[in-house]
């Protein structure tokens, strides 16, 4: 449900936003199925998939424009409380730590939850100041096949194992503090953004980029924009 809820024993609060970042080079119906996953789950309002202009730790080689990824994302999105932004272009932030900085100045009456696949977490550590990024706000994993055994085994999850907490007592969590910890599972979702591309390497030119805001800023996000 968008907007603002009302939860037992607790006053009204602003949305409960989940902040999931990635390339969605393209987006596919992986990343909407885990969304909605995490979204009913975690009983958040709403979901903001956080399309990156350049992620450090991958290499820029085959990366499509960022207005296409933008498009994929937001045609994955609709009909859903999913919203595609390119706020990180906007804000000028290149490291995640930065940008989730800059959203809780921008947006103060929001709560937020940092939602990350556990192919990430096995190289959290590896991150710019990651445990800035545990004490900024809660922190949901998602499983994934063949990543879980290396997520676990990481210096990030042997820090975060304190905070670890059940999803149900992890809401109340999101809503109060972090560093906050929780592991969602769900049956696995075998569709991969670099399977797509492989099978259709000129998936980018399909894309309807004319028009394009952003579903965060609703600014106007131009055609070809890297």
């Known amino acids: 449900m968008a907007g ?23 987006a596919h119906g992986g990343h909407r199925r885990v969304t909605l996953f995490a979204l009913d789950a975690l009983e958040l309002d709403e979901v903001w998939w956080l399309v990156s202009p350049g ?39 290149r490291f995640t730590v930065d940008t989730l900085r800059a959203i809780l100045r921008r947006y103060p009456k929001r709560r937020f939850v940092w939602i990350m696949g556990a192919d990430n977490l096995a190289q959290f550590h590896k991150w710019k100041d990651w445990r800035d990024i545990a004490r900024l706000m809660p922190i949901a994993v998602i499983a994934r096949p063949g990543y879980d055994a290396a997520a676990m085994a990481s210096p990030a999850n042997a820090w975060l194992r304190r905070w670890r907490q059940r999803p ?3 809401v109340s969590g999101a809503r109060r503090s972090a560093p906050a910890l929780t592991f969602l599972r769900f049956d696995p979702d075998g569709r991969s953004a670099s399977a797509i591309r492989a099978a259709d390497p000129d998936w ?21 924009k890297s």
């Open 4 to 26: 603002a809820r009302v939860r037992a024993g607790a006053a009204l609060i602003g949305p409960l936003t989940g902040l999931f970042g990635g390339s969605f080079n393209p």
């Open 55 to 93: 992620n450090v730790l991958k290499p820029a080689k085959g990366m499509a424009p960022l207005s296409a990824r933008l498009a994929s994302a937001q045609a994955m999105s609709r009909h859903a409380p999913i919203r595609a932004t390119v706020i990180e272009r906007e804000l000028g932030t």
């Open 168 to 170: 149900g007592q992890f």
């Open 204 to 224: 980018a030119n399909a894309c309807r980029e004319v028009g394009l805001r952003d579903a965060v800023t609703h600014r106007l996000i131009g055609r070809g």
